[in-house]
């Protein structure tokens, strides 16, 4: 970059090239969305049960549009990386420019040249010197942060050095004008070199923004994906803290408040650079947290699979016994090391591909049996991981449903509680077929991990029921209040005590309240709870089939019973004195259940499903009693 270059340089042209970038990437998006949500889901539709097509070549044909769907997915995220990209480029050139027009600007005004090399020309001026004006003159700028060839002080920093050397040299010129000049030269020369620095960081950075030429996005491409992020993002800081940041810890309606304030290029950004906090903020529009979690899992995945790849083969494991006594064989030194190394990552890894695959599932399931698109609207893989989907929008539900499973529950158990609300979804379209309807898996707390001791303390529901009503509050707020949906929370085993726990700790943003082999909510009374007793329900199976219920009483994670006073002389008196949600002194709606175990509540075409389907559509009359 030169003097001349930057003259003639104008920044518009790589946000017109940044624009085009962004309309190819917006398309891929749209033709990412139709394939998934409109063409694969046409391939599955059905009718009578049965799909349109069939057979291996119907099988084939999903296979190829699925890897279509992702090819677009990666041109879209590519896209979004190099918009943002090319938007830096042009933010600081154009400060540099910016930078240049103003310093030639004040020259033109003082009347001195700029030359084509960026010196700049002074005329004559000054008191007259042996009866001479002192003579015009000639001088080049330096720039800050350039090397400088001038002596200086080796403990002390070059450019103070060296500015104030030109200080001290404008003050003894006679030429008033030599230091003026000097002073618009430098600005022309940091002008010109901040250009230069701009252009050598971009340049190897823009390409790398290359994918392989190939039709095929392997996991090294989505890895390679997520370092490209990282190189954008540590390039763009300066125009990146243009953006205004979320409201630290802000609650849902400060998130809504923050995105609907950035401008659209501002979203698309943000987006790009932080998909994994984006897709976490409640408050948000749904769709963007299922980008911005779709990118996620998406390099997550390919994270995972190249690492579980690079791990060496096992060992051989065992060994002739080398002192030749009892046990014949022994484990190897290498397979030791290797074991205490890998095991335990290659355990986190399969689980958590697993989980990954089940939610992936989920996508591919779109249209079969007329199942909606599935909204990723959080996902975490640390610690016993996160993941909350969606079936429909629930943007735009009629009647939402929310699961919070209990004990056990992890990253790993994704499929089957994701299958639950699928089922959960069937049955209350069939209930309510002109109604837009969304059920969400709630996988969004460290659930307890054995029933001693941990499911006997509600110390998780205690961490765990600020996150959930968070959660709902960022429902309703992106809902448009709490009229908009008819929302039911759905709580199962450990998942009813968090429930009950939200709604002591806070004010519970649901409308309904379902449990199904509930251990106790920690309350004593369904009027206890936000939503009034009389949209408080309950199912549990006899208690030799499902011994949750009692074993909360033990526990003590119900509430004070009606009976306290005289059931403490009884046998367990403890136990006798607490209220669970299937006592009838709890006060809340005794369902009817076919459940044959504690985790047999959402079976298809049960009465415990349907049952949970009419007050999930607001059907209570068709609810039938236990």
């Known amino acids: 970059m030169d003097y001349a270059t930057l003259t003639s340089l104008n920044p518009s042209e790589f946000e017109d090239a940044a624009g085009g970038y962004k309309t190819v990437g917006d398309m891929a998006g749209q033709a990412k969305d139709d394939v998934e949500n409109r063409i694969i889901a046409s391939v599955r539709k059905t009718t009578d049960g049965q799909s349109v097509l069939e057979g291996h070549a119907a099988d084939a044909a999903v296979t ?63 008191d007259k010197v042996d009866g001479k004006v002192p003579e015009g003159g000639t001088v080049t700028g330096s720039a800050k942060g350039k090397p400088t060839n001038q002596p200086i002080d080796p403990t002390g920093d070059a450019n103070d050095a060296a500015d104030a050397l030109e200080r001290q040299a404008a003050n003894i010129h006679p030429n008033p004008n030599f230091g003026r000049a000097v002073a618009i030269a430098n600005r022309i020369a940091q002008a010109v070199y901040d250009a230069t620095q701009a252009d050598e960081k971009w340049a190897p950075k823009l390409r790398t923004l290359k994918a392989d030429d190939d039709l095929i996005v392997s996991s090294h491409d989505w890895v390679d994906a997520q370092n490209d992020t990282r190189g954008v993002r540590s390039g763009a800081k300066d125009y990146l803290d243009e953006i205004k940041p979320p409201p630290q810890n802000g609650d849902p309606r400060a998130n809504a408040q923050w995105w609907k304030g950035l401008s659209k290029d501002e979203q698309d950004a943000y987006l790009s650079m932080h998909p994994a906090s984006l897709g976490s903020l409640d408050g948000i529009p749904s769709e963007v947290r299922d980008e911005a979690n779709r990118i996620y899992l998406a390099e997550t995945k390919a994270k995972y699979t190249s690492e579980l790849a690079d791990i060496p083969k096992e060992p051989t494991r065992y060994e002739a016994n080398p002192n030749g006594s009892y046990p014949a064989v022994v484990e190897t030194e290498e397979w030791k090391r290797w074991d205490e190394k890998y095991k335990d ?25 007329k199942l909606p698109p599935a909204y990723l609207l959080g996902f975490d893989p640390d610690g016993g991981g996160r993941a909350i989907v969606a079936n429909g929008d629930p943007d735009t539900a009629d009647h939402t449903a929310v699961f919070v499973p209990g004990t056990y529950t992890n990253l790993g158990k994704s499929g089957s509680y994701i299958g639950h609300m699928v089922n959960l979804w069937q049955e209350s379209h069939a209930l309510a077929p002109n109604q837009n309807i969304s059920t969400i898996t709630w996988i969004g707390y460290d659930a307890p991990q054995s029933i001693v001791p941990e499911a006997m303390s509600p110390s998780y529901a205690e961490r765990a029921a600020p996150d959930l009503n968070r959660f709902l509050d960022g429902l309703q707020t992106v809902q448009g209040g709490s009229k908009e949906s008819h929302t039911t929370v759905i709580g199962h085993s450990y998942g009813s005590t968090v429930v009950g726990q939200s709604s002591i700790d806070g004010k519970l943003a649901a409308d309904d309240i379902v449990v199904a082999g509930s251990p106790g909510m920690r309350v004593g009374h369904a009027d206890d709870l936000d939503v009034g007793s009389d949209h408080v329900w309950s199912e549990a199976a006899s208690s030799w089939k499902d011994q949750v219920p009692a074993g909360g009483k033990v526990a003590g994670l119900g509430g004070d019973s009606d009976i306290s006073w005289w059931a403490e002389m009884l046998p367990f008196g403890y136990a006798w004195s607490q209220n669970v949600p299937s006592d009838e002194d709890f006060g809340a709606h005794i369902m009817g259940t076919d459940a044959k175990d504690h985790g047999d509540y959402w079976r298809p075409a049960s009465q415990s499903l349907i049952n949970q389907a009419a007050v999930v559509t607001g059907n209570y009359n068709q609810v039938e009693g236990g």
């Open 64 to 126: 190829q549009l699925r890897k279509l769907a992702t090819n677009f997915h990666y041109t879209q995220v590519e896209c979004a990386l190099i918009t943002t990209a090319l938007n830096s480029l042009a933010y600081e050139l154009r400060a540099a420019k910016d930078k240049l027009d103003a310093a030639v600007e004040d020259a033109e005004a003082q009347k001195f040249t700029v030359g084509p090399d960026g010196s700049v020309s002074y005329p004559a001026a000054g």
């Open 345 to 369: 990552r290659i355990v986190k890894l399969n689980r958590g591909l697993d989980a990954m695959k089940d939610i992936q599932a989920r996508f591919d399931q779109t249209g079969k049996d």
